[in-house]
């Protein structure tokens, strides 16, 4: 009896110096070797580890799993918010609001079939700006635009050649891949080909363009928010709700904005 226990002991003494300095894999081979051999009667799950042994009282605890994906389920589904008009109308001038965001996205779409065409043409040259004695101005009231064949853009500057110089750095700056060539008070301006780098050019374009219609929309957001924050006799919770209604409202202008400038760029550079 004596040598039995004596026996179980000593297993017991190496299970414990195992699980101080062994591996898992090895400490879980070791145990569950033992727990067939030496306790039959008394099942433990093989999630169980021997952490000491002294005599015949054995302490035993559970290990359990860690998730590294727990809570990322919670993360990014974002409950829907309703928006309420007439609650919100109260707060902010809400019509004001949406047409500005609509007018934003309509500008953005103009400046597209403007200067996004793939081919150059007189009407996107027509509206680029030029600054001239401290204004600015569209290079068609400084100029004469003539497209003198598919490859060539005439711009006649003989009522205002003082000009010049700023509308050569409007045309090169304008976005369009446009290199004017001068010739006295005239401008040549070659059609550039279509080529890829060209593509990529317009597609760069768009994106700043698209830029200033986000931020555009943005400080309207913001500019709203701030006005309903101001106002005094209104609840934090409502101001709250409100900020809440604000954000959710522009959000549909900003994915519209975003929907439309995608599509610009793979009609220009085809993804």
Sequence with gaps: MHLAQNIFQYKCNIIFNVCRMGTRILQRLIVSTFLNNVTPRRQLRLCEKIVCAHNLNTTYVRNYAKSKDKGKEKKGKGTKVEINMAVLSELIPVDKMKDRCSAAIENMKADFAKHLSIRSTTGSIDTIPVKFEGKEYELQELAQIVRK???????????????????LKAISSSGLNLNPQQDGTTLFVPVPKVTKEHREALAKNAKVLYIKCRDALKDIQNENIKKMKKQTGVSEDLIFNGTKQINALCEKYLLEARSIYDAKCVELVGK
């Design 149 to 167: 064949n598919p490859k060539t853009i005439v711009i006649n500057f003989s009522s205002f050649p003082q000009v010049i110089p700023e509308a």
